[in-house]
């Protein structure tokens, strides 16, 4: 059964239903804020303790990063729902280390040198001689594997999972429309002086309504880099293109020539010189692609009804108070329970 500190209902409330271990209103001053003044007891999570020092290490990085973006109250509310989050996630974290002790799994040193061999070569700073970055790679395989063995491992994938899916997201594995298109790009001299630019570009129009061929017209007026191949741009898929210009090419049909469209790099006019509709993949074609995207989908579910069950029967009681006077509206923090093997 959950222990949560007495002034704290609407905190274990939260709690019980799993979105956050929150904190309440009690203290004048912020964890980030007495982490630097004294250490302390935070929580208690079973035999565990989770102290002011670190969540202050925990929540360094974020703190740097959010100081640099945020002034004044905007400041204060980000820091305190960071300290939530890091929380939440120290809680989390030494739940599932506990539930690996209690399964008898262990990491051997050569394991744990593997992982950081593994980690330099994704590009992250490990400091071999830091005793907590040793910690923390080896709670991290430790982690990878109690999931692996309590969760991963009873995740099935059925057919039927994977073709039901396959007939709710049919459009997620559809090739986008392609177009094939010419363009005349009329740039003005500088963003104050558009007055000759839409001069050009009455010319250009005028003559386009005359019937005077796309290609030669693109040839001679277009400041566009393809203007020599007549404003030839080639094949772009759906999405490729600048917003104002997908909206006027969605509308036209081959041969199609568009009204001008205005963009941030000028007057543009467009040719539609072929389309091809959007193609659906057939499902043997993205089966596997399906089922990799199935097994995400049931290992979450799995590993929150996991969690969720480690949460029910552990002792859990909040220590310290934090200023912030109510839960956080956001989502909750990433989990190092997630982190993948490489």
Known sequence: MNTIHPFITMASQWLRHMVFVSIGLIAPVSLLSAAHVEDGIVAIVNSDLIMLSEIDRELAPERERIQKEQRGDA???????AEYMALT????????LQEA????????DEEVQQTIRQ??????????TNPADMKNAREQLTLFRIVDREVRSAVMVADSDMKRYFQEHQDRFALSEEYTLSQILIKPRSPDDTADAREKVREVVARLKQGEPFGDVALRFSDGPNASQGGY????????LLPEIERTTATLVPGGISDVVQTSEGFHIVRLEDKKPKQFRPYEQVRN??????FQQKSEDTFQGWLANLKNKAYIEIKFESALSGPPTIAP??????TSKE
């Open 75 to 81: 400041l204060a509310r980000r820091l305190k729902t």
């Open 89 to 96: 996630s120290m809680i989390e974290r030494k739940l599932q």
């Open 101 to 108: 002790k209690v399964r008898g799994i262990a990491v051997t």
């Open 119 to 128: 980690m330099k070569q994704q590009g992250k700073a490990v400091d071999e």
């Open 233 to 240: 741009l080639g094949l772009v898929r759906q999405g490729e």
């Open 289 to 294: 692609e399906i089922q990799r995207l199935v």
């Open 333 to 338: 923090a990433p989990r190092p329970s997630q």
